[in-house]
Every structure is written in C-alpha cells, then in structure tokens.
Nanobody, 118 residues
Framework: QVQLVESGGGLVQAGGSLRLSCGASGLIVGSNYMGWYRQVPGKQRELVAAITSRGNTNYADSVAGRFTISRDNAKNMVYLQMNSLKAEDTAVYYC????????????WGQGTQVTVSS
C-alpha cells in the first residue's frame, strides 16, 4: 500500500522560508517522478516542482529561483525548500508520485497548508 505523508507547512511572513517534507512508503521515490503541487480554493491544482528518477528538476515559472525540490533516497523522502515566500504562495501543498511525467494521476498525500502573511 502506497502512502505519502507531507509535513512542514505552517504560517510564515512574506520573505520567509519553509521546507516541506514528503515521506513515502510502498514505493521508492528515486524510481518515480516526484512532484509538489499546490491548490487554492476555486482553482485547479498546479504543478510547482518535480524531480525525475534521473534527478532532473523542473519548476513552475512562478517559483523558479525561489523553490528547490530535492530527495533523499536513503530516507525515501522528497523535500521542497521554499524561500522568499510571497502571499500568492499561500495554498495547500501536495506531494505526488507517479511512474512518469506522461501519465495522469499517481499517488497523492493528504496535503499541508502553507500560509504566507503579507
């Protein structure tokens, strides 16, 4: 049974930093396409950052240069370091795992709330 558990969300002032963590069980993060998504009420969930099984990363334009996705294969964890946070980064952040970037769906965590006060 696959389980993804996010942690690290919270309330932070604009300009501050947070690091989100995603712990995985039932799958190997280093063998999957791991992504962080976010969603605000009334809007579609959007991809924020992703890392391939080869370690290649990609970012949404809105977070490039501020956010960094990484993984620790030994701990089977994926992280999202978020710096220079803005009020518009406020959202529920979800961890996702799937076999490749070309498939839909995959496995989702329960989400963690990030609130940035201006």
């Amino acid at each position: 049974q696959v389980q993804l558990v996010e942690s690290g969300g919270g309330l932070v002032q604009a300009g501050g930093s947070l690091r989100l963590s995603c712990g995985a069980s039932g799958l190997i993060v280093g063998s999957n396409y791991m992504g962080w998504y976010r969603q605000v009420p009334g809007k579609q969930r959007e991809l924020v950052a992703a890392i391939t099984s080869r370690g290649n990363t990609n970012y949404a334009d809105s977070v490039a240069g501020r956010f960094t996705i990484s993984r620790d294969n030994a701990k089977n964890m994926v992280y999202l370091q978020m710096n220079s946070l803005k009020a518009e980064d406020t959202a529920v952040y979800y961890c996702n795992a799937k076999a490749s970037p070309y498939v839909l769906g995959g496995y989702w965590g329960q989400g963690t709330q990030v609130t940035v006060s201006s």
